[in-house]
């Protein structure tokens, strides 16, 4: 099963309207499909059944959609509810939300002022200190606009010696800091004041003959970074 977090909320939009869906409906909407049953769904979620018909009707309204399917058994019992097409899409669009949440969970958080936005290539520099980042260009951005640049560690490409490829970003800096984090290298290395972390595998670490005070080489291509405007 997926893990989302307490604290988590994921907002669904269907034909203009919107619902924030936290942790419990999540967990509700995922058991209901792996159990094919409210009651044991509600059983998992350790909610009563009735709140979990409560979360379900709030879901339905605010959407105005059917997540669930229910069918009656016979005279013997044995009915099922399972999540309809649109339940199912719910579900699927949290799940890849959260997947990339995951993927980028160690993220290098950078506080960067907007330098220059050039239209003909699509592109716009930002600066903080004395780094200059090179990154797409986005539309509502403006020259002077404060944003955070985000670039996850294993985005972070260490060399030797700067190469020729289709990477624009690439600095020259010093490695001052190595831990091991679950077989694997986290590095920091100090770019013009800016400290940047990297995790690289132990054989690639021992490759580049990686040391405290080593000078080295950071790279990563524009795409590799998101940004939020502050």
């Known amino acids: ?22 942790k419990k409906k999540f967990d509700l909407l995922t058991f209901i499909n792996e159990s094919e049953s409210i009651t044991e769904a509600a059983k998992s979620c350790k909610i009563s059944y009735r709140t979990a018909l409560n979360y379900i009707d709030k879901i339905e309204s ?5 997540i669930v399917n229910t069918k ?28 990339i949440m995951e993927l980028h969970r160690e993220t290098n958080e950078l506080e960067a002022e907007i330098l220059e936005i050039d239209k003909s290539k699509g592109v716009m520099k930002i600066k903080m200190n004395e780094l200059i980042l090179t990154i ?4 509502e951005y403006a020259v002077g606009d404060k944003i955070l640049a985000l670039i996850s560690y294993d985005n972070i490409f260490i060399m030797l010696e700067p190469q020729t490829s289709s990477i624009r970003n690439i600095f020259k800096g010093k490695v001052t800091e190595m831990k091991l984090q679950d077989e694997m290298v986290r590095v920091r290395i100090d770019v013009n004041g800016v ?17 405290l005070g080593k000078d080295v080489y950071i790279g990563f291509k524009a795409l590799s970074i998101a940004t939020l405007k502050l």
């Open 72 to 99: 009656k058994g016979g005279s013997g019992g044995g009915g099922s509810t399972t999540l309809t097409e649109e339940g199912l899409q719910i579900l699927k669009e949290c799940k890849k939300i959260n997947a």
């Open 1 to 22: 099963m997926t893990e989302v977090h307490a604290g988590v909320e994921y907002k669904i939009n269907i034909d203009g309207n919107s619902f924030l869906l936290d």
């Open 62 to 66: 605010t959407l105005d959609i059917a």
């Open 195 to 211: 400290d940047i972390f990297s995790d690289i595998t132990l054989s690639a670490g021992k490759d580049l003959d990686l040391g």
């Open 136 to 139: 797409p260009l986005k539309k």
